[in-house]
């Protein structure tokens, strides 16, 4: 009987492992067996890096709405009810885009926002918070 050689999918998974983990700290990156488990734990980490970024940049855009909106007297919450309230649709990133490039823009979409009957009935608040 001829000699059967085996293993080559199983050595090629742990050198693909091995591959991966190159440059990881101690037997992370020597030892087959923690290479795979450090591998997965570290795509795992990458994709709920990438949901947080999302996350952290959008509350970011709302920062910079806020600052711009309470320097007009108005609070971000009703500054963006209002915006929806007439029907203009701009997304926070292109919001906190004008308001930190392009003051005089967000000037005209701020006053645009006043005539909303939304902003006419939270006026009292308004007042209260600049008292």
Known sequence: MVR????????KRRKKYLRFT???VGVNS???????????????F???GR???KRDFRRFWIYRINAASRARLNIYSIFIGCLR?????LDRKVLSLIAFNDLSVFNLIERKS????LFISK?????????
């Open 85 to 89: 309230n007439i029907s203009i649709f």
């Open 114 to 117: 006043r005539l909303s009957p």
């Open 4 to 11: 059967i050689k085996r293993g080559n999918v199983a050595s």
């Open 30 to 44: 020597k030892l087959a067996v923690l290479a795979g488990e450090q591998m997965k734990q570290s795509l795992n």
């Open 51 to 53: 949901r947080l970024k």
């Open 22 to 24: 190159k440059g990881f």
């Open 123 to 131: 006026k009292r608040e308004l007042t209260k918070m600049t008292l």
């Open 46 to 48: 990458a994709y709920i």
